[in-house]
């Protein structure tokens, strides 16, 4: 099995490296392998720079991510700089008034966007809540962490799943992942995307995926998607690279923003 994943992995790095030559600066860039690496040098983040992370989770919902990359100097201004305690006494009309047009006007919104920002005003209002007995939101996700046997897997469980205590109204499992890999968590996104490509690499397998067509993914369950972050570390400490690097290489051969392989082209890549 392992020597399967190494030979997996040196095609997707072969097949990234011709066709998309800048893909691992690309990678780095975006901050989510720093941030890991912060986490694990001991970095402690702060209130701001959290529900920053959150936040980007939230608005690569159901949208091509480079349109909101786009927009990424300017979030500071318009989330007052990530101020929790601003964005948690919003209110649905701000965000329809205010912030849908501000996307609207940059081509940066989503169909999803509106329903995401009103509900992430509860899940800031939370947020306020459990930072105030820990002193932190950094220590309130260490807590949690810790009672989800350290394991960042669970952890995304705890703040994604419906059934979990500590959901976060803006959040599902996919988000939730995101968020947890902005601020330093090494974790896979079980989105569409990493979801069709451990799919058709027969890593990961779905009840629901009637249509392989073209770039369809499959309807996964929440048990699916817990397994297909499951593979994913399993995938990553087989080839000695960071959860959060797999991840993201893995996202480049699917998403709009990088070469947007169809499934064919995906099971093609994944014959060893």
């Known amino acids: 099995m392992e020597n399967n994943l190494s030979i997996l992995w040196t095609k997707i790095c072969k097949t990234l490296d011709t066709m998309l030559p800048n893909w691992r600066d690309r990678i780095l860039q975006g901050g989510q392998v720093s941030a890991v690496e912060d986490r694990d040098r001991g970095y402690q983040f702060s209130d701001q720079k959290i529900f920053e992370g959150i936040v980007k989770a939230v608005l690569s919902n159901s949208t ?9 100097p300017e979030l500071h201004n318009l989330f007052h700089d990530f101020d929790l305690h601003y964005y948690s006494m919003l209110d649905r009309v701000q965000i329809s008034n205010d912030f849908i047009p501000w996307f609207q006007q940059r081509r940066a919104g989503s169909i999803t966007m509106e329903s995401s920002l009103i509900n992430l005003i509860e899940t ?47 959040l599902g499992i996919p988000i939730a992942a995101e968020a947890m890999k902005n601020i330093g968590y090494d974790v896979a996104k079980p989105d569409r995307h990493i979801n069709r490509a451990m799919g058709c690499f027969k890593l990961a397998q779905f009840s629901n995926w009637r249509d392989y067509s073209d770039r369809k993914p499959p309807m996964a369950t929440e048990k699916e998607l817990i397994t ?15 959860v959060s690097f797999l991840d993201n290489a893995i996202w480049l051969l699917c998403a709009k923003s990088g070469l947007y392989f169809s499934n064919n082209s995906l099971r093609e890549l994944g014959r060893c």
């Open 124 to 170: 800031a209002k939370k947020l306020f809540e459990y930072a105030q007995p820990s002193g932190s939101l950094h220590r309130f996700f260490a807590f949690l962490s810790s009672m989800t046997e350290g394991s960042p897997i669970y952890l995304v469980q705890a703040i994604g799943s419906p059934r979990s205590m500590h959901k976060l109204p803006a």
């Open 228 to 242: 297909v972050m499951k593979v994913a570390a399993r995938f990553a400490e087989a080839v000695s690279v960071r």
């Open 64 to 72: 091509d991510w480079s349109k909101i990359e786009r927009v990424l």
